[in-house]
Each structure stands twice: as C-alpha cells, then as structure tokens.
C-alpha cells in the first residue's frame, strides 16, 4: 500500500488528495474482501447509503428530521440482524416462533464499529456540528479506512475530515507511523497470542470440570486480562501508525488502563473511543447527570447495558455491563477516589480485581461457565489453595509474565530516549513478528468477533 500510495502521488498528482484517497478506498476494500469476500457488499451499500443520509441530514429539506430517524433505524437494523437476531430467537425465545437462524454466521467484520462511526457522523452532521462530506470518495474512506473498519477505533469524521481533503506525509511522519505499528505487533503476536496458549488452557480446565487449584483460577484470570489488554491495544497501535503512515491522525484508544486507582478511572483510558461515543451520544442526549440522582442512575444503566450488548450477543455480555454500573453506581454514591480515599496501592489493587472479575465473565461462553470459574476463584470447588499445573504455569511463563506485567506501564516512554538501542530492538523484534505470522501460528483476534 505504502508504494502504491506514494507511487500513485508522485506520477499522477504530488500534492492533491483525490489520487491518494482512491488508492486508500481501493486498497480498503480489497483488504476487507480478504477478510471476508461476501460482506463487501455490505459495506458498500452502508458506505453509500450513509453518504447519501448525510447530505440530506446536512440539508435544509423538509422532514429532515424523520430522514435522519429512518437512518439510524436503519443501520441499527442491520447491526441487530447480524448480532442480536439469532440470540434473541433461540436464546431468549429458545426457537418457538419458528423463525429461521444463521444470520450471526454472516455478520460482516467489524460491523460494530463502522456502524457506530457512521451513526456519530450523521448525527454530528444533523445537529450542524460539521458539514455533510459532498466529496463521495472523502466519505467513503472515512467510513472504510482499512486501518480502522475491523476494529476501530471508532473514528469521529470531525477528527479528520481536514486530513480527507488536504495532508502532507514526510519521511518522518511515516517512520513514527512505522515504528508505532510494530509496537503494536509485538503486543499482538509475540505477547498477547502467547498469552492467549496460557489462558485457553487454563479456562479450558475450568469449564470441564477439572480439580483446579485457587491459584491456577487467578492465574487463568489475570493473564486473560492481560491477554485482551495486548491483543486490543496492539491493534490500535496498528491502525494508529498505519494512519501516521498516509498522513492521517488516530486517536489514542488506551492510556496505560491497568495504572488505574478507580474503575471510573479505568474507563477513562480503556477503549478510549468507545467510551466517548456512548458519554456523547447516548449519556449525555439522556440527559446525563443534569436532571437528578434519579435520572442519573436510569442514563447510567442504559448506558452500561447497551456497552455490554454492544460488546456481544449473550447474558454474559449483558452481565458484564451491569457489573461495571453497580460499581460505578457505587464509586459514585460513596465518593470513592475523590472524597473517600484509601491507599493508592490498595485503591489499584482493588480496581484490577474488579476488571480481572469482569474480564472472567466477558470471556465465558455461558453464565454457568463464568459462575463456575468466580467459585474457583474464592476457593469454592477447588482442591487447594496451589497444585502442580499453576506452579508449572508460573515457572514455564516467569519471563512472558514479567515482561507483560512490566508494560502495561509507561516504561516504553523511557525507553524512546535510548532511540539507537531501541530501533534496533524493534527491527529484530519485527523480524521475530514475521517469522510467527508466516508460521501461522495461534493468532485470534479478540475483537474482530465484535
């Protein structure tokens, strides 16, 4: 793609944008039809009709508002279809209105994201917080931009659309780009994938039924939580230097989440993008904490539940969310954080604890799976407080464990500043990426199932 688009520039046109974003859309959907060949046509329809919403929500034609209702019906619609139908006629009706199923198996990737990214544009150009993009191709590459349309961040047009029409890319600005997708890398396929081999096999014992130890549970849980912390935050370094790559700025999607001392804290620097899009387009339209204790706690739970059906099709998920209300519910009545404090070591202990609860029951595939694994986790069920396979866990994993641990901290700004010892490093690191990718080896991306 880098040739390409550098290549397309300087023989057809140096300075404008039209070539350069052609070639971006092009390669955009090519790289989805790799992912999946049948939803592109999906996402094109999407792309064309939310180009097509925006220009008459920007507009001043009558019964702009109904238009702009039907356009959020309808890509909700199709988001519901892909991810909820299936769940809510055989999970929740168990099959008795008699309504086929199968839709889920086609859900295109990354729908959740494109689809929310659209909605805030249209709405944003709605409210007349930015003008409706006129340029199709502009639109078009916001709304598809390969780096992002899997799995985000959720791109706010308001963001780049000054970027869409007019960039300067430098040698500089690519090798930043550069460099920070191979962070990325390296927590994908070295950290977070190696991970992903401990943490299967721990849940995996869990939910047989197997005699576990209390402190296999905890090992099974905190390296899932360190698992789908380097596998998201490494796909954003990603899609944030691919951006940097052709001129483009992404914005930061985490901030050292797990340095937290509260869980609102926590959600102030975990999905970073995901979390302002439901505080500006869901809590606040709400009503937000204007109107009352009362009310407040009504937008807080309708938030909380959408985040986790957002999240996926299942109790668990709806579990999940309701989970982080309660606690937020209660940092909020008692202060906690602000007024009532305790040690910041305890405070943060406290608060990964919360999360690595949360991470248990978003990762179980059932509520019975994830009751069975929280009783693990308190000594119910369990055959002793250590056994045999969690020390052999810990002594065959000190190193992945350590480093992982380590880097969930801004240690990386300190290193930047030795630049020779850590391009270097990187440049061998990206090669060991290489060798693991073309290997094939275990490599699920968390996310793409959102």
């Known amino acids: 793609m880098l040739l390409l688009y550098f290549g397309a520039s300087r023989l057809f046109n140096k300075n404008g944008t039209t070539v350069k974003n052609a070639v971006l859309l092009a390669g955009s959907i090519a790289f989805y039809a790799l992912g999946q060949k049948g939803a592109v046509i999906y996402l094109v329809l999407f792309v064309v009709f939310n180009y097509f919403a925006a220009l008459w929500a920007g507009s001043e034609i009558k019964g702009r508002k109904a238009l702009f209702l039907l356009t959020l019906i309808i890509d909700i619609s199709g988001l519901f279809l892909f991810k909820y139908y299936d769940f809510i006629i055989s999970g929740v009706l168990h099959g008795k209105t008699g309504l086929p199923t199968g839709l889920s198996g086609l859900a295109p990737l990354g729908i959740s994201f494109f689809t929310f990214q659209a909605v805030s544009y249209v709405t944003d150009v709605y409210l007349k917080k930015v003008s409706p993009e006129k340029n199709f191709l502009n639109a078009a590459l916001y709304m598809s931009a390969f780096w992002t349309v899997t799995a985000g961040p959720i791109l706010r047009y308001e963001t780049v659309f000054k970027e869409l029409r007019v960039r300067r890319e430098d040698f500089d600005g690519v090798c930043a780009g550069v460099t920070r997708f191979i962070y990325g890398l390296i927590k994908k396929v070295l950290i977070a994938d190696s991970l992903a081999l401990v943490a299967d096999r721990i849940f995996k014992l869990v939910n047989s039924g197997e005699d576990v130890s209390l402190l296999l549970a905890w090992i099974g849980a905190i390296v899932y939580t360190l698992e789908i912390y380097y596998d998201f935050s490494g796909y954003s370094d990603m899609a944030i230097g691919l951006g940097k790559m052709f001129g483009f700025t992404v914005s930061e999607n985490f901030d050292y989440p797990y340095t937290a001392t509260t869980v609102r804290e926590f959600w102030r620097k975990w999905h970073i993008s995901?979390?302002?899009?439901?505080?500006?387009?869901?809590?606040?339209?709400?009503?937000?904490?204007?109107?009352?204790?009362?009310?407040?706690?009504?937008?807080?739970?309708?938030?909380?539940?959408?985040?986790?059906?957002?999240?996926?099709?299942?109790?668990?998920?709806?579990?999940?969310?309701?989970?982080?209300?309660?606690?937020?519910?209660?940092?909020?009545?008692?202060?906690?954080?602000?007024?009532?404090?305790?040690?910041?070591a305890l405070m943060h202990i406290g608060t990964l604890i919360v999360v690595s609860v949360?991470?248990?029951?978003?990762?179980?595939?059932?509520?019975?799976?994830?009751?069975?694994?929280?009783?693990?986790?308190?000594?119910?069920?369990?055959?002793?407080?250590?056994?045999?396979?969690?020390?052999?866990?810990?002594?065959?994993?000190?190193?992945?464990?350590?480093?992982?641990?380590?880097?969930?901290?801004?240690?990386?700004?300190?290193?930047?500043?030795?630049?020779?010892?850590?391009?270097?490093?990187?440049?061998?690191?990206f090669l060991i990426c290489c060798i693991y990718v073309i290997k094939g080896g275990y490599s699920p991306f968390i996310y793409f199932t959102f």
């Open 274 to 344: 995901l979390s302002s899009w439901f505080r500006d387009y869901v809590y606040i339209p709400l009503g937000g904490n204007r109107k009352g204790a009362l009310r407040t706690c009504i937008n807080l739970f309708i938030v909380w539940l959408l985040t986790g059906i957002w999240h996926g099709a299942g109790y668990t998920f709806i579990v999940w969310g309701l989970m982080y209300f309660v606690v937020l519910m209660f940092e909020r009545i008692t202060g906690y954080g602000e007024k009532f404090k305790l040690p910041k």
């Open 358 to 429: 949360g991470w248990v029951i978003f990762r179980s595939p059932d509520i019975t799976s994830a009751y069975r694994y929280l009783r693990r986790m308190i000594g119910l069920g369990t055959n002793g407080l250590i056994c045999d396979t969690a020390i052999r866990f810990l002594l065959n994993n000190t190193v992945l464990f350590a480093i992982a641990v380590i880097f969930t901290m801004p240690v990386i700004k300190k290193l930047e500043r030795k630049k020779g010892i850590l391009q270097i490093a990187l440049g061998i690191l």
